[in-house]
């Protein structure tokens, strides 16, 4: 019997072990834990997140302790709150939410003497990649943006990975499905007041009939996109080195305007995890193009934040809220 593709997808993949599936109960990281608890059998974790964002999510608690004890998988439940904040998306706030309780579940595991964990692996698939370079087009990303989402990184010491990337959701049901294997399905999916919904449900299926392998060429794409990303990061790395961080002023003005753009992107993301809008961006560059003289004041909201001169360079500040 040929090996399922949910298991030869994971084949090259060799991650730092002991590792963590975040399982969420739904058919893609059903697929993952299966298939990680075939190649690294006794080395494999679960851990599910808890949204409490609608009343099915105990019931999706409920099956995972289910399926982990059925297969002998350790599990670990986190509960978040992961309600969005004013002028935060749902989404958004739901996948900070995910990644902060991901971490601190591991972390927490570790300091408790349970192993410590050392990659976590998430269930994105070729799917969720066009999706997420259709969201970025619709939202006038650049390069990165367009990169759609990384195979591997790494963050807070932990080393993370989709090995899904290449591997479209209707093989990974088909194997569910042959397998025997079940999974539930979140209602969420089908409300389309979520974007990424939208574009799931109305604009890939006219996609994938007018271009049937758009998630391999999407994926070619992406590639490309990450590998010029990567360079412009690199310019960006030599660029601070020369105007320093916080940037001097004069240093930032002897750049073109796109290499000063773009170090000012990666210092603002990289020190202070922040992304300036398009028109902030451009605000804060005419800005700098007319400091010329010592009276000439900068202070721009930039991110959750503002940008202000002090001197002859520039800073990132967040304010204190007053109660």
């Excluded at 210092?267 to 010329?292: E, K, N, V």
């Excluded at 001197?311 to 204190?320: A, E």
Aim: hydrophobic share 45%; charged share 15%.
């Amino acid at each position: 019997m040929a090996e399922p593709a949910i298991v030869a997808a994971l084949t090259g993949w060799q991650p730092a072990l002991p590792l963590a599936v975040a399982y969420s109960g739904g058919a893609d990281s059903t697929a993952l834990l299966w298939a990680c608890l075939q190649r690294f059998p006794g080395q494999v974790h679960a851990i599910h997140i808890n949204h409490g964002l609608q009343a099915a999510a105990a019931v999706f608690e409920a099956h995972c302790r289910a399926q982990c004890t059925a297969w002998a998988v350790p599990l670990q439940v986190a509960a978040v709150n992961a309600h969005a904040q004013p002028g935060q998306s749902p989404e958004d706030a739901a996948r900070i939410a995910r990644y902060r309780a991901l971490t601190e579940a591991v972390l927490a595991a570790a300091d408790a003497g349970q192993g410590a964990i050392q990659t976590i692996a998430l269930a994105q698939h070729a799917d969720d990649q066009v999706e997420t370079v259709v969201l970025a087009l619709s939202r006038g990303a650049g390069v990165a943006g367009l990169a759609g989402m990384r195979p591997q990184w790494q963050r807070a010491g932990l080393q993370w990975a989709r090995p899904y990337l290449a591997l479209g959701s209707a093989q990974i049901r088909a194997d569910l499905a042959a397998l025997g294997i079940a999974w539930v399905e979140d209602p969420s999916n089908s409300d389309t007041r979520y974007t990424r919904n939208r574009i799931r449900q109305q604009v890939m299926p006219a996609l994938v009939q007018a271009f049937p392998q758009i998630a391999q060429t999407v994926a070619r794409s992406s590639a490309h996109a990450a590998q010029a990303a990567q360079l412009l990061d690199d310019l960006a790395q030599i660029d601070l080195q020369a105007t320093g961080s916080p940037p001097r002023i004069r240093a930032l003005q002897a750049l073109t305007e796109a290499r000063m753009a773009n170090v000012l992107r990666y210092w603002l993301r990289t020190a202070h995890g922040q992304t300036p809008s398009a028109a902030q961006l451009a605000q804060l560059l005419l800005q700098l193009r007319r400091c010329t003289t010592r009276g000439h004041q900068i202070h721009i909201k930039v991110g959750h934040g503002y940008i202000q001169r002090h001197r002859d360079v520039i800073d990132w500040y967040n304010p204190p809220v007053l109660v």
